[in-house]
């Protein structure tokens, strides 16, 4: 819509408005006059934010080339557009950050539009349960490996306790050859696969809800959104005891909005 037309569209609702008995006047000064108002204080306080942080860095004349260019004017409009769309303080040290990042060391990422769209939608809570499945999925491809070789460990030492007591029954058992110590190395095995569960039940309570502060829920709905935004995927569909929604993995792409967000 041209300038024109949204004038001329303003100016209409305006006059419908002012037709509202005792209210039109009140109503027309919250939306227009004092929503205008708001927005402009974001975008002056995000501004001057932005400006002194800048400043505390300390930089040497870093190069103002690429703030000139058409890609940057366009991130730099979309964040501003947010950031006149939003109250909230932690996003607006989000998205200051990845500006900043933006002018200091520019590089301009695949899906960038859609990345600081998202960022606007997403709340914090969303953003830790994003990071906690990044984080912790290296730790619990460890622990799913050293349960893999402690089960196979303990497969191996009972098929050699059945060998040994078909021994001993045929009177072949060498000196060499224990049962006892072949059952301390099972019991050993055994205790290696409990403590191994331990540790993987330890690094799991990402995956629930208390890890966050909030209810199931809250939980459930925002691993939905996750999902259908493509930053999170069920792993554990099919799966024996495991409802849905309850093991998650982290997509690349949402991967790729969390070192967005961190660089």
């Not at 000139?68 to 730099?76: K, L």
């Not at 557009?81 to 109250?87: F, G, L």
Request: glycine fraction near 6%; include cysteine; charge should be neutral.
């Amino acid at each position: 819509m041209s300038d024109k037309k949204t004038d001329i569209a303003i100016t209409s609702v305006k006059s419908v408005l002012g037709m509202i008995p005792y209210f039109g006047t009140a109503l027309n000064e919250s939306i227009f006059e004092h929503r205008s108002r708001v927005k402009q204080k974001r975008i002056n306080d995000f501004v001057q934010s932005l400006s002194d942080y800048i400043q505390e860095l300390n930089l040497e004349a870093p190069s103002s080339n690429h703030i000139s260019s058409d890609e940057f004017g366009d991130i730099f409009e979309a964040i501003i557009r947010k950031i006149s769309e939003t109250s909230n303080k932690e996003k607006a040290t989000r998205f200051k950050l990845i500006l900043a990042n933006q002018i200091l060391n520019p590089a301009i990422p695949d899906f960038i539009e859609t990345y600081i769209d998202l960022i606007a939608k997403l709340n914090e809570i969303q953003i830790q349960i994003l990071a906690s499945h990044h984080n912790n999925k290296p730790h619990l491809n460890e622990v799913k490996i050293d349960l893999n070789n402690a089960e196979n460990k303990l497969k191996k030492l009972k098929d050699i306790g059945k060998e040994l007591r078909v021994k001993a029954e045929k009177g072949v058992i060498t000196k060499g050859e224990s049962i006892t110590e072949n059952m301390k190395d099972i019991a050993k095995a055994e205790l290696a696969i409990i403590k191994t569960n331990e540790r993987a039940k330890n690094i799991q309570k990402f995956r629930e809800c208390s890890f966050y502060g909030i209810n199931d829920g809250d939980f459930l709905f925002f691993k939905q959104d996750l999902v259908s935004k493509g930053l999170l995927r069920d792993v554990g569909v099919g799966s024996i005891g495991t409802a849905p929604y309850q093991a998650m993995d982290i997509t690349e792409f949402g991967i790729g909005l969390l070192k967005f967000i961190q660089n």
